[in-house]
């Protein structure tokens, strides 16, 4: 069984339109996130949610709009799509406990915008 | 200013030997996580294994282990008896945050090994 998932894996669009990714994890946790991970691999965190509340919101493009419908789905919808967001976009899940609690990280939908 | 820096852009080991892959971290906050994680050629981010900041022991999962120095602020993961799909980018990675939520990992450059036959 799939614990978090991502659709879709690929995703190749024109500059300025708008494009989805969804996530879905059946983990039971209470808390998921989006990460990016640029061309170098360096992954960064974008956006956290916990129980469907907006918690982490890194500095990005507003843009960028994360929608939580209930706590197992975690979706991105991207406006205007730019030559820069071209990436890996994981989503992942985890309690939100802290401690030693672990990140779960989805397959990854790689985004390129032509 | 860095956090979580890896020095290895790219390792290389031989089949069955061991091989160390460097970490170091920077926080102030006296409690913490760290974690590494493995990402092969497909692309998917595997958890692999996790210290906490109050761990007594070092972290050990089946090949793999943690070094865990914290006076120095190092967590360097060991993996023995390397096999050809151990070849990947390994992520070191530090928790920031106490939960609900706000806990965000902060990763490292990463390091390419490649396990030669």
């Known amino acids: 069984d799939t614990a978090v998932s991502q659709t879709p894996k690929y995703l190749v669009t024109q500059m300025g339109n708008d494009k989805s990714i969804k996530c879905e994890q059946n983990?039971?946790?209470?808390?998921m996130y989006w990460y990016k991970q640029d061309s170098k691999k360096f992954l960064k965190i974008m956006f956290s949610y916990n129980n469907k509340e907006l918690i982490i919101n890194e500095t990005v493009p507003n843009r960028f709009s994360p929608k939580s419908p209930d706590k197992a789905h975690l979706n991105l919808h991207i406006n205007s799509l730019e030559l820069g967001d071209s990436a890996v976009y994981f989503c992942a899940s985890s309690r939100g406990l802290g401690g030693t609690d672990t990140q779960y990280f989805g397959p990854g939908t790689r985004l390129t915008v032509l | 200013a860095q956090k979580i820096t890896q020095t290895q852009p790219g390792m290389f080991v031989q089949e069955k030997e061991a091989v160390t892959l460097d970490c170091t971290y920077d926080t102030s906050d006296p409690s913490y996580g760290l974690f590494w994680y493995k990402q092969p050629s497909s692309g998917e981010m595997i958890f692999l294994i996790y210290q906490g900041s109050y761990d007594q022991q070092n972290a050990t999962e089946g090949r793999y282990s943690l070094n865990f120095q914290k006076a120095r602020k190092s967590a360097n993961l060991v993996i023995s008896a390397s096999q050809l799909g151990d070849s990947a980018m390994y992520f070191c990675a530090m928790r920031e945050g106490r939960g609900g939520g706000s806990e965000k990992l902060v990763f490292g450059k990463g390091t390419k090994l490649t396990v030669n036959p």
């Open positions: 983990l039971g946790h209470d808390t």
